[in-house]
């Protein structure tokens, strides 16, 4: 059942961690000017001459773009970190690049320091990266498996609500004037600071006291913490289960993890759904300006028109209605982008058809709506379950890298491919997103209700088998001497 304490401990880490990423993304839209205005004045008192507007430009450009290197440089610490400090006690030790960075962006102006804005959204950066790989991983493991999708879901959301929030923020009327756009930077600090007051009364992930701390007593009181009144015997027998199997394994680096050949589907899946949620094009759909500021023909092709499929053994398509974290239908329908075939004729009809532009508007709030509730959030909750737990810090750092790398990639080239193709540069990143999904519809086994010791065998089946058909329902679970066993472990294979 979902308790309070998991709520609370779900909306608690997305609120001071996940939403300053979707916070920082926006943030700069808005004081744009007012920024390189500042940027400008400062260089003038400095040198006694103005900034040429091509400097102007790339300094504001890098400006922005560093944001996305620090989240390389976060999401390469994740594995350091989780296995030192532990899930919660990275997310409450990461607090302190927050404040820092919140200082140096809110003095910059005072002191006059453009480098102070650039570092700050460096530090900030970092500490995305950090927040986007250990927020999933550690909500996914203290879940029961039956509400691994739904807790799961709620960082992605408050991405959005960063977002929203960001851009709401920034009206003229709010912190949009010019002496404010410091402190509308350095508001990361208030849903930090509540974090940081509140986050540390919560238990740490009870997998992670058990498996790699070896306390069975703390793993205990974390679950009766998270769980109350349900009965943890089971889930108990299962990480043990899980710990038995890696008595002689240490937690693994990067380059263990892709040289190793049973889990090279796992990693295969986790770069081809992290790389993909970025090659979507949903980066190319939000950031498109037109003239005047207005988005124009941002939907062209319904690229991330998102989750719709008919799932395997009689699943219906996902919708809001049973989303309540993908539990309705389950991770992989979600996963799919529904590619609309509907909406490719938008970019024939575009230039010729004039009330086609306000039909491309309302599709591109759906996109990113859609987007957001499900593909956005699955494929940092994926990782966490296809991986046990000795490869799972080693897995996130190449899932991390590999998404603030294709972040970055599309920000650098989108505007040299638009130039080239204009609104037809959609059609690459359908192309794209028609091969993930066709990846993860024959490749990627649903793992819906199912224990990471489950998920593990099920690839360890799809590659023994070579790619045999073997429904994901065949690998139950069954008591042995208090351990978790295979109900099928006696198959033989060729």
């Given at each position: ?6 709520l ?10 996940s939403?300053?990423?979707g ?5 700069v839209?808005?004081?744009a000017?007012d920024i ?5 004045e ?5 040198y006694?001459h103005?900034?040429?507007p ?37 997310l ?10 919140g ?11 453009l ?9 900030t950066g ?6 986007l790989?250990?927020?999933?991983m ?12 739904f807790?799961?879901?709620v960082?992605?959301?408050?991405i959005c ?9 920034g ?14 930077l350095?508001?990361?600090v208030?849903?930090?600071?509540i974090?940081l007051l ?13 498996i790699?701390?070896?306390n069975?007593h ?7 913490w ?19 199997s890696?008595s002689?394994?240490?937690t ?21 759904i992290?790389v993909?949620?970025?090659?979507s094009?949903?980066d190319?759909?939000s ?12 939907l062209?092709?319904?690229?991330d ?7 395997r053994g009689g ?27 509907s ?9 010729v058809?004039p ?10 709030v759906?996109?990113?709506a ?7 959030g699955?494929?940092?909750l994926?990782?966490?379950e ?28 989108f505007?040299?491919?638009?130039m080239?193709?204009g609104?037809?540069c959609?059609?690459?990143f359908g ?8 990846y993860?519809?024959f ?12 998920i ?18 065949d ?10 066993a ?5 198959l033989?294979?060729?």
């Amino acid at each position: 059942h979902l308790t309070t304490s998991l709520l609370g401990v779900a909306v608690l880490t997305s609120f001071g961690s996940s939403m300053l990423y979707g916070f920082n993304l926006a943030v700069v839209n808005s004081p744009a000017e007012d920024i390189k205005n500042f940027y400008n004045e400062t260089w003038f008192l400095r040198y006694g001459h103005p900034m040429t507007p091509s400097t102007l430009t790339v300094l504001y450009s890098f400006t922005v773009s560093i944001f996305a290197i620090g989240g390389l440089v976060g999401s390469l610490l994740v594995g350091m970190l989780v296995s030192r400090f532990g899930r919660k006690g990275t997310l409450v030790n990461s607090t302190v690049l927050v404040f820092l960075a919140g200082v140096l962006m809110g003095f910059s102006k005072v002191i006059n320091s453009l480098e102070m804005v650039i570092i700050g959204r460096f530090i900030t950066g970092i500490h995305s990266g950090i927040a986007l790989s250990v927020v999933p991983m550690y909500l996914g493991e203290i879940a029961p498996k039956n509400l691994r999708g739904f807790l799961g879901l709620v960082p992605s959301i408050f991405i959005c609500l960063g977002v929203f929030i960001a851009q709401f923020l920034g009206l003229h009327e709010i912190l949009g004037k010019e002496e404010h756009w410091p402190l509308f930077l350095s508001l990361v600090v208030i849903p930090t600071f509540i974090q940081l007051l509140l986050l540390p009364w919560f238990p740490e992930s009870p997998r992670y006291l058990l498996i790699e701390k070896r306390n069975i007593h703390a793993t205990i009181s974390a679950l009766k913490w998270y769980r109350q009144k349900c009965n943890i015997q089971a889930e108990v027998e299962e990480m043990q289960e899980e710990q038995r199997s890696l008595s002689s394994m240490e937690t693994i680096s990067v380059y263990e993890l892709l040289r190793s050949h049973p889990v090279r589907w796992q990693v295969v899946s986790v770069i081809v759904i992290n790389v993909g949620m970025q090659l979507s094009g949903i980066d190319a759909v939000s950031r498109r300006r037109g003239r005047g500021g207005e988005r124009e023909r941002v939907l062209i092709s319904g690229i991330d028109a998102v989750s719709r499929r008919r799932g395997r053994g009689g699943r219906g398509s996902p919708n809001l209605r049973n989303r309540c974290g993908e539990e309705g239908e389950g991770r992989e329908g979600v996963l799919i982008s529904g590619i609309a075939p509907s909406f490719y004729p938008l970019c024939f009809f575009q230039s010729v058809v004039p009330w086609m532009r306000y039909v491309s508007v309302v599709c591109v709030v759906g996109i990113i709506a859609g987007f957001c509730i499900g593909p956005a959030g699955v494929p940092f909750l994926m990782t966490a379950e296809l991986f046990k737990q000795s490869h799972r810090p080693a897995a996130y750092i190449v899932g991390g890298s590999l998404n603030w790398l294709s972040n970055f990639t599309v920000g650098f080239v989108f505007p040299f491919l638009q130039m080239s193709a204009g609104a037809f540069c959609y059609l690459v990143f359908g192309g794209i997103s028609i091969i993930v999904a066709i990846y993860v519809y024959f490749v990627i086994p649903e793992t819906k209700n199912k224990t990471f010791m489950e998920i593990s065998q099920m690839f360890v089946f799809r590659d023994r088998c070579r790619f045999a058909k073997i429904s994901s329902n065949d690998v139950k679970m069954k008591k042995y001497n208090g351990y978790g066993a295979l109900e099928n472990s006696s198959l033989e294979f060729d």
